[in-house]
């Protein structure tokens, strides 16, 4: 007996060179905990002018 082949959609097959991509230097969390540190330096800063 012999059987048909299906055929395998491409998003199953799994890929044996499957190559680990690096991650973004700047990641999300890193760039809102730098923004944050900017404005409030920057707040700070502004209530000793406007206080001198």
């Not at 055929?7 to 944050?36: A, N, T, W």
Request: aromatic share 10%; glycine share 8%; no cysteine.
């Amino acid at each position: 007996m012999v059987f048909n082949d299906k055929k395998i959609p491409r998003h199953l097959i799994i890929q044996e060179d499957y190559e680990i991509r690096q991650r973004p230097r700047f990641g999300f969390l890193k760039i809102v905990i730098l923004s944050v540190l900017v404005i409030s330096l920057t707040y700070i800063i502004g209530l000793g002018v406007v206080q001198g």
